[in-house]
Nanobody
Framework: QVQLVESGGGLVQAGGSLTLSCAAS????????MAWFRQAPGQEREFVAT????????YYADSVKGRFTISRDNAKKTVYLQMNSLKPEDSAVYLC???????????????WGQGTQVTVSS
């Protein structure tokens, strides 16, 4: 069992930056691939970024590539999402996820946090 708690969301102007954190507790954090997804009201959950357990392989959605950076610190059991050049369309609840399969689909993840709200004003 892994518990995930996100933090760092908030209100920011377009062009601004935010860094999200996801703190894990429970079973061995370093066993899992970690990812960030986001979900806007009335829309499906959307993949944002993923990092493998070794912090070597990273994959991003086209919509955030070049603006967002995912990283993890296995000693701190924390995964981060650095978000730069934010746009209004980035507004959503951002959720952290852990899984053994990983990838860009929600099916690759078995543990989910409650999410943190990010709102980007124009």
């Amino acid at each position: 069992q892994v518990q995930l708690v996100e933090s760092g969301g908030g209100l920011v102007q377009a062009g601004g930056s935010l860094t999200l954190s996801c703190a894990a507790s429970g079973r061995t954090f370093s066993d899992y691939d970690m990812a960030w997804f986001r979900q806007a009201p009335g829309q499906e959950r959307e993949f944002v970024a993923t990092v493998n357990w070794q912090n070597q392989n990273k994959y991003y959605a086209d919509s955030v590539k070049g603006r967002f950076t995912i990283s993890r610190d296995n000693a701190k059991k924390t995964v981060y999402l650095q978000m730069n050049s934010l746009k209004p369309e980035d507004s959503a609840v951002y959720l952290c996820a852990a899984g053994l399969s990983g990838g860009a689909g929600v099916g690759g993840y078995i543990y989910w946090g409650q999410g943190t709200q990010v709102t980007v004003s124009s």
